[in-house]
Each structure stands twice: as structure tokens, then as C-alpha cells.
């Protein structure tokens, strides 16, 4: 049995409502390609990623940055509470074949940088157009199903040392 894609999706611990239901399109579409969606597991586009994930029957996977699970967002499945503060975003990033970067800060910023250092392809909605290396999408859907593509055309690459 193959692995499933993990697509993490990061971006702001708070947000708009505006920003908030495009990460839930986000996660929708994630679990509607039914990969498993990877994110901080806190609140703002992670907690909207994660809901509109677990309304279609996805997969969810908080990472959190301490050590209490009671903390995870209400759309979270499998909480690992890890104790590691800002650097659990080297985990959100390792986690995933390819990442969904939407509006945020420095932690997003510092995901991205460690995603793009691991070789995992990161797609951006309405943010980090000027990042190099990172590729820009029009919508949630096409941000995912681009994710998806990069991801499972990854894999199927022959593995370098």
C-alpha cells in the first residue's frame, strides 16, 4: 500500500474571514484529493485548513509548538505536541511532499525557507509572489491541485543521495 501525499498547508495564527474561507477551500480540496493535510495545528489558516479538511472526511495532522495537545484547533485528528516552540516549523515543512503557503508572518516565512531547502515544492495564494522558487496559484483549487501534482511527480523520481 502506497503512502498518502501530505500537504501542508501554512500561513497567520489569525486572520480574516476573507483569508479564513480560502483555507478552508484549501483544505477541502486537500482532503477531496485525499491526501493527509499537514499544518501548525493552532489557530487563523491552520484551524480554517483543518476544518474545511475534516468537512470533506480528510486526514488532519496538527504539529504543535509546545507540549500541550488540549491547545490543537477543533479540525485537528492526530496532535503531536512537540515542546520545540518556532523551530516545530522544520517538522510542518519535513512533513509534507508539498506545501500551501497562504498570507502570514515570519513563521510562514521561516516554513517556506525550510520548505524550499528541502526540496518540497511550495505554492503560494495572494502572498510570497517575490519569494524564489515558490509558485503562485489563482485560487485554492488550482494551488492544491498544482501542490498535488509537484508532490506525486516527486515521488515517483528516482531518489538521490
Keep these: 500500500m502506497r503512502r498518502r501525499l501530505q500537504i501542508s498547508v501554512i500561513g497567520a495564527g489569525t486572520c480574516s474571514a476573507e483569508l479564513a ?35 470533506c472526511g480528510g486526514l488532519t495532522v496538527g ?32 512533513a509534507a511532499d508539498a506545501v500551501v503557503a497562504l498570507a502570514g508572518e515570519h513563521g510562514t516565512a521561516s516554513e517556506i525557507a525550510l520548505a524550499l531547502a528541502l526540496g518540497r515544492p511550495v505554492v503560494a495564494l495572494d502572498a510570497w509572489q517575490s519569494v524564489d522558487g515558490v509558485l503562485i496559484a489563482d485560487g ?6 498544482t501542490a498535488v501534482r509537484l508532490a506525486s511527480r516527486a515521488r515517483r523520481a528516482p531518489e538521490r543521495s
Design 140 to 145: 485554492p483549487e488550482e494551488a492544491v491541485e
Design 21 to 55: 474561507s480560502c483555507a478552508e477551500r484549501v483544505g477541502a480540496a486537500i482532503a477531496s484529493r485525499g491526501a493527509v493535510l499537514v499544518c501548525g495545528g493552532l489557530g487563523g489558516v491552520m484551524e480554517a485548513a483543518a476544518v474545511g479538511a475534516r468537512r
Design 63 to 94: 504539529i504543535l509548538p509546545g507540549y500541550g495537545a488540549e491547545v490543537a484547533n477543533r479540525g485537528i485528528d492526530i496532535v503531536i505536541p512537540t515542546g520545540l516552540g518556532h523551530a516545530r516549523n522544520t517538522l510542518v515543512a519535513a
